[in-house]
């Protein structure tokens, strides 16, 4: 199936990255995330975001992910890869490679290491999306890069280019959001920040939202809610969820920590192990995790799942 524009809704988690204990890649265990996403139902799913800890992989070990995520042939969701390359010549190597190799979307991050201008940002997006047919989720993530986009570049983008998606994680994104849509109202906008702003975004034009990856069901539901109108159901569930993310997500590292712990404790990662320099959790976030595990029957994956 070739995924087109519009096709790139719903629930998207970002892989999260798969090591031992000793820090190595635990090919078993990215498996292990793909049979658990596909499981539940997602509509996509993205490797290579910064919740995959991007910049913490040697090239063998992202072309070595990249060609066993892409052969997984048995999942029902559309399958993106994130291009995070900081040089324009390697970036637009990288998402033609992605491409040839049957990814059904890329994400994009824009080069921000040692301040770019702007105008070598925007070339660097646009040569990029000109490179490939398939969807580009162009990221935008202002806190993280320092880099700036107006709506109206954006809706300009939008119409430039037909396979463009645009990700959004100002914080809060629904008024730039708002304006985006305003000038460009079918443009394909999704959310990530833990899904902090998931039914916000929707209510406004929004297509879905980009989670980490150890408690997707979660997601999987609110938006399934959402969907068939039940959205007094979907805020309550929301609300149960927001008690939580929003003390992890106070820090990425730290989020990115709670998630992989998550995925060990459900028996999808057999190590909790982020590269360093990384995120210690205390006796607190321990407990924490525990509690929110509970109140959510997140049991091991073999275990039966959740049942909200």
Partial sequence: MKYQVNDIIGVNPIIAAPFDKYGEI???GF????????????????????????????DYERDLLADIYLNQSEVNFYKALSVTDHSTENAIKRA?????LGADALMLLPPFFLNPSQAAVEKHIQEVLESVSIPVMLQYAPNETGFLITPSKMAQWS???????FKIECNPPT????EFLSYVPDAVVLNGYAGLYMLDMLDIGGKGVMPGCSFSEIYVEMYRLWVNKEKDKAQKLHGRLLKYINQWMTHCEYIIQVEKTILNKR????????RRPNYSLNND????????????????INGGGWYG
């Fill in 26 to 28: 635990d090919e078993q």
């Fill in 31 to 58: 498996s292990n995330i793909i049979s658990y996403l596909n499981s539940i139902g997602v509509n996509g799913a993205t490797l290579f975001g910064v919740a995959s800890e991007f910049a913490k992989f040697n």
């Fill in 96 to 100: 033609k490679k992605y491409e040839q």
């Fill in 159 to 165: 119409e430039i280019y037909p396979n463009a998606v």
């Fill in 175 to 178: 008024e730039y959001t708002q």
């Fill in 267 to 274: 028996g999808i990662l057999k190590s909790d192990y982020c």
């Fill in 285 to 300: 976030d321990m407990k924490t995790i525990a509690e929110f595990m509970n109140e959510f029957n997140l049991t091991p």
